[in-house]
């Protein structure tokens, strides 16, 4: 018998249904859900003017622009009993503009800065970090390369954009996913020294292994271990003591083998989903090439498909983490999981 209820919270993006266009005539900040809209400015606090020509509405109506907190739900519960919405290449942001002088030939994965991503209720960044300019960047690359044309900006900028949100938000835990090509020796310890995230850290020596639960959240609160950072160069677990992310976290694959209906493989550098060998999970949602426009018919009704495709790939778990594209694409939906009966909270 478990020690407390099992209860996963978690957040996705959902179309709750198809609304003709009509202009909005709302006064200001007075337009509801799903009322038609015209700009952000007609929509009520918490609310975006969005549009999905994708599934098939004829005009923008008002959406929702934050995730609710899942621990303002269920409080004290471990950290691997909720649900987090994580973006996936986070730094890849829509008319950001180019560091380099060069213009930018890459794809773009969100459209809104990692300042509002985290003000929104996005508690996890992937970032893909490279050796680029004699710093850290932020990078899309060939063949583990960053080039002038691919890059986004040095890490530090990003990272500094996290210490100000801890510091301004006491009780928020944020989770950071390195898809690492960094190889100045200690390059990642001097960036998030630099960015003075250190003094929230949580130290890998302490991480639970073999599949035991996290702290709970108010116990990594009141430690200020707020802020975990996993990195995919497994060497870096001895040399800098950051976290080599497949011990820790379970993983399906990325991009298009981890959208097919029904399926939900798991990724080459992680254990079976099943395995129990970790008990955090990560879930990615996403395509291989990122397309704005469809995104928010993606993150609708194929998310929940694919939710509970890996929920039963995973031995009834649930995904602790989930990655999306152009979060901001879609209504935001509630769910509660406990064990293996799913809720949607109206």
């Not at 900028?157 to 949100?165: A, D, I, P, Y």
């Not at 390195?178 to 960015?195: N, Q, R």
């Not at 890998?204 to 959240?217: A, I």
């Not at 079976?272 to 704005?292: C, D, G, K």
């Amino acid at each position: 018998m478990k020690p407390f209820p099992f209860f996963f919270f978690f957040f996705f993006f959902f179309f709750l249904s198809i609304l003709p266009f009509s202009s909005s005539s709302c006064s200001p900040h007075s337009c509801q859900l799903q009322d038609p809209c015209s700009s952000a400015d007609d929509c009520a606090a918490g609310l975006n003017c969005g549009n999905c020509p994708a599934s098939g509405m004829a005009g923008p109506s008002c959406i929702r622009a934050q995730a609710v907190e899942p621990t303002s739900i269920v409080k004290g519960l471990p950290f691997n009993r909720y649900t987090w919405l994580v973006t996936h290449n986070s730094f890849s942001i829509l008319g950001e503009p180019s560091y380099t002088g060069v213009q930018r030939v890459t794809f773009y994965n969100q459209d809104d800065t990692v300042a509002n991503q985290l003000r929104n209720g996005v508690r996890g960044l992937m970032l893909d970090m490279y050796d680029f300019d004699g710093d850290v960047w932020l990078c899309h690359s060939f063949q583990g390369q960053c080039y002038n044309f691919t890059a986004f900006e040095p890490a530090i900028n990003t990272l500094k954009e996290v210490e100000s949100f801890l510091s301004a938000n006491p009780t928020e835990i944020v989770t950071i996913i390195i898809e690492d090509y960094v190889h100045a020796p200690m390059g990642l310890s001097k960036l998030f020294t630099s960015a003075d995230l250190v003094k929230y850290w949580y130290p890998v020596s302490e991480m639970p292994t073999n599949g035991k639960d996290w702290p709970s959240v108010t116990d990594m609160v009141a430690k200020n271990r707020r802020l975990l950072v996993f990195t995919s160069d497994a060497s870096k677990e001895a040399s800098e003591g950051i976290a080599y992310q497949w011990k820790y976290l379970l993983e399906n694959e990325p991009g298009d083998p981890g959208i097919v209906p029904g399926t939900c493989p798991n990724r080459k550098e992680s254990q079976a989903l099943n395995s129990r060998y970790a008990s955090l999970f990560l879930q990615n949602y996403f395509p291989t090439i990122p397309v704005e426009n469809e995104a928010c018919k993606e993150n609708s009704v194929g998310l929940a498909q694919m939710v509970d495709a890996c929920y039963k790939a995973a031995g009834n778990q649930m995904p602790n983490f989930l990655a999306v594209n152009f979060y901001m694409g879609c209504t935001c939906r509630e769910v509660m999981v406990e064990e293996s009966s799913i809720f949607k909270i109206e």
